[in-house]
């Protein structure tokens, strides 16, 4: 099993990937005075969020680190805007930093199962995912539709505003199965 670089050890000196709570199960240990617990997830998380500055401007060639107890991955968005990066299995959060040209964005990052893309509130995460602002409410709200829209517009699709099959296909598509 990797170690990734987790300085962290459990109470009989193991490092995280070899203590035997970490095989089974996942571990905890405080950092900064907060108890953190990381559950073991089967295979590393796959990032892929679309940055854009306030004005609606792509990050576009920007580098970018993501940071939970040390860098866990850095590189450069693509020409579109997007940080494509693996971060290690388990990781409960992380920051991701990306120097904009005209100052450095910073987005917390919380690792959580998503809901399922039938789902209002799944569909909200997804359209978040993928850089078109919504809250995450779970309701059917004009700014849900607004960014179903602008999803719609940017990916060819008839501008309904409503979550329809041909939009959960493209959003399935963009984001990968899940």
Same mark, same amino acid.
């Given at each position: 099993?990797?170690? $990734?670089?987790?300085?962290?050890?459990?109470?009989?000196?193991? %490092?995280?990937?070899?203590? @035997?709570?970490?095989?089974?199960?996942?571990?905890?240990?405080?950092?900064?005075?907060?108890? &953190?617990?990381?559950?073991?997830?089967?295979?590393?998380?796959?990032?892929?969020? *679309?940055?854009?500055?306030? !004005?609606?401007?792509?990050?576009?060639?920007?580098?970018?680190?993501?940071?939970?107890?040390?860098?866990?991955? @850095?590189? &450069?968005?693509?020409?579109?805007? $997007?940080?494509?990066?693996?971060?290690?299995?388990?990781?409960? !959060?992380?920051?991701?930093?990306?120097?904009?040209?005209?100052?450095?964005?910073?987005?917390? *990052?919380?690792? !959580?199962?998503?809901?399922?893309?039938?789902?209002?509130?799944? *569909?909200?995460?997804?359209?978040?995912?993928?850089?078109?602002?919504?809250?995450?409410?779970? @309701?059917?709200?004009?700014? %849900?539709?607004?960014?179903? @829209?602008?999803?719609?517009?940017? !990916?060819?699709?008839?501008?309904?505003?409503?979550?329809?099959?041909?939009?959960?296909?493209?959003?399935?598509? *963009?984001?990968?199965?899940?």
């Amino acid at each position: 099993m990797a170690d $990734y670089g987790m300085r962290a050890r459990d109470k009989a000196g193991n %490092t995280l990937a070899e203590a @035997k709570e970490w095989a089974e199960k996942g571990f905890k240990f405080k950092l900064d005075g907060i108890d &953190v617990k990381v559950a073991r997830t089967p295979g590393p998380i796959q990032l892929h969020i *679309l940055m854009k500055d306030e !004005e609606g401007n792509l990050h576009a060639g920007r580098p970018f680190e993501v940071r939970y107890a040390g860098v866990l991955a @850095k590189g &450069v968005t693509t020409k579109d805007g $997007y940080v494509d990066a693996e971060i290690p299995p388990g990781t409960p !959060e992380a920051d991701l930093v990306v120097e904009g040209e005209h100052g450095v964005e910073t987005v917390k *990052l919380v690792f !959580e199962k998503p809901e399922p893309l039938d789902t209002i509130q799944g *569909l909200q995460q997804a359209l978040l995912m993928l850089g078109y602002f919504c809250d995450d409410t779970g @309701k059917l709200d004009d700014e %849900t539709k607004n960014a179903i @829209k602008e999803l719609q517009a940017h !990916e060819g699709l008839t501008e309904t505003g409503e979550p329809d099959d041909a939009l959960r296909k493209k959003m399935k598509e *963009l984001l990968g199965a899940r």
